[in-house]
């Protein structure tokens, strides 16, 4: 199973991004799905979630600009973010927990990364 996120780049404050990660391979089911972002000397943390039925758990700092979205039958989980602020700059990361073809067993599997940078 890999996730390739996709999305990030430069955007003035005030702006805005989508950001979107497609899980592939031998999937069988996804369940929760996540994003997570790291600052630079930060530890990585929460940003927001979303269950296969659709509900959305967001950090504080999301709540009223980022938007987090799923397609199940595309096995992709989309964050939408507004309003950005500088101090969102930072690695966004996606992470989902996958259930693989044949088995019942489910693994955290997490994408690469794609960096949103914030300035004027």
């Known amino acids: 199973v890999q996730l390739q996120a996709s999305g990030g780049g430069a955007v003035q404050p005030g702006g805005s991004l989508r950001l979107s990660c497609v899980a592939s391979g031998s999937i069988s089911r996804i369940d929760g799905m996540y994003w997570y972002r790291q600052a630079p000397g930060e530890q990585r943390v929460l940003v927001a979630s979303?269950?296969?039925?659709?509900?959305?758990v967001y950090s504080d700092s999301a709540k009223g600009r980022f938007t987090i979205s799923r397609d199940n039958a595309k096995n992709t989980v989309y964050l939408q973010m507004k309003s950005l602020k500088t101090e969102d700059t930072a690695v966004y990361y996606c992470k989902a927990y996958v259930a693989t073809t044949g088995s019942t067993r489910i693994v955290d599997y997490w994408g690469q990364g794609t960096q949103v940078t914030v300035s004027s």
């Open positions: 979303i269950t296969r039925v659709g509900t959305t």
